[in-house]
């Protein structure tokens, strides 16, 4: 049974950090695409970073230079490091994983809510 399980999410002041993890198990982690993605209320899903197998990396602009993503395929687990974080980065977060094989698999999401 496959199962991508977020975790880290909470309440952070404007230019705090989280780190978000997401725990893999149900597949071959090490050969898998991994995304996080997040929602705002109202507003679509959008994808904010990716890590494929070999560790290549890519943002969306609005995180580029405070977020990270990272990968620990012996622990099969995701990770995104936000820093300097903003009102604007208020969403539920997502880990996505996309395997090898083509199959795509979802978690069930951790809120993150940057606030004052």
């Known amino acids: 049974q496959v199962q991508l399980v977020e975790s880290g999410g909470g309440l952070v002041q404007p230019g705090g950090s989280l780190r978000l993890s997401c725990a893999a198990s149900?597949?071959?982690?090490?050969?898998?695409?991994m995304r996080w993605y997040r929602q705002a209320p109202g507003k679509e899903r959008e994808l904010v970073a990716v890590?494929?197998?070999?560790?290549?990396?890519n943002y969306a602009d609005s995180v580029k230079g405070r977020f990270t993503i990272s990968r620990d395929n012996a622990k099969n687990t995701v990770y995104l490091q936000m820093n300097s974080l903003k009102f604007e980065d208020t969403a539920m977060y997502y880990c996505s994983a996309l395997s090898h094989y083509g199959q795509g698999y979802w978690g069930q999401g951790t809120q993150v809510t940057v606030s004052s």
């Open positions: 890590i494929n197998s070999p560790g290549f990396t």
């Open positions: 149900g597949f071959t982690f090490s050969s898998a695409t």
